[in-house]
């Protein structure tokens, strides 16, 4: 079985400053490892997946993740927030025949001016 | 052009009422999916189609019938609709079998009244 632990509901951090999102997954599977934002009222957009090989995968907007498969976990990070990263922010854990998602609970970034 | 398109975008009904949710991609893959998104945004998997075929069916109440008339298009319908039917309903498409890439749709939003 597949699961996905994101500890932080919420992550306050004022702009331009660094921030991590954390994310610890469990499978016994193949692990594809997956960040989707969601920004109000829209549909989820891929950040950045890690499927194999370098640990460090970066994405889009600035964003990167590290696979550690000893912690099994996935954090998010970026160096430098905006106002407009403000959004939610889910980890997701992939693989097996059918290739179903498993969500996290999600993370809200509030980014403050 | 929009790659997975949803509709409505919003759809608000009285309990016991039947509707349906589209969902279409351009993208040209295989396979498709609906996720419930609750009120605290947890995204859960309900059904995937690959090439019209179900491949997923996680424990939905079988008042939810997914239909898939072609492998572009998989709608949702929903019979007798309950309030904790309330929810954010997401199409996505993937290629194929993992680790491919879901590309969500925007998203509609179900207010069971």
């Known amino acids: 079985a597949q699961s996905v632990t994101q500890l932080d509901s919420q992550v306050p951090v004022f702009e331009e400053a660094p921030v991590e999102l954390r994310c610890n997954y469990s499978?016994?599977?193949?692990?594809?490892l997956f960040w989707y934002v969601q920004y109000p009222n829209q549909g989820l957009q891929l950040l950045l997946k890690y499927l194999s090989g370098s640990t460090l995968v970066k994405g889009i907007n600035g964003f990167e993740a590290e696979f550690n498969k000893s912690q099994t976990s996935f954090h998010l990070r970026k160096p430098s927030v905006h106002i407009s990263d403000t959004a939610e922010y889910f980890c997701?854990?992939?693989?097996?025949?059918?290739?179903?998602?498993?969500f996290g609970t999600g993370t809200l970034l509030a980014v403050q001016p | 052009d929009t790659a997975v398109s949803q509709t409505p975008k919003y759809l608000v009904t009285q309990m016991g009422n039947d509707k349906s949710i589209k969902c279409e991609q351009n993208l040209g893959h295989d396979t498709m999916y609906w996720y419930k998104q609750d009120s605290k945004k947890f995204l859960k998997i309900m059904f995937s189609y690959n090439n019209k075929e179900l491949i997923i069916n996680e424990t939905v109440p079988n008042r939810f019938s997914p239909k898939s008339p072609d492998k572009a298009h998989l709608n949702l319908h929903i019979n007798s609709l309950e309030l904790g039917d309330s929810a954010v309903y997401f199409c996505?498409?993937?290629?194929?079998?993992?680790?491919?890439?879901?590309?969500f749709g925007p998203g509609t939003r179900l207010t069971v009244l």
């Open positions: 997701a854990v992939g693989g097996g025949a059918t290739n179903k998602l498993i």
């Open positions: 499978s016994s599977v193949s692990v594809y």
């Open positions: 996505a498409s993937a290629v194929g079998g993992p680790p491919d890439t879901q590309y």
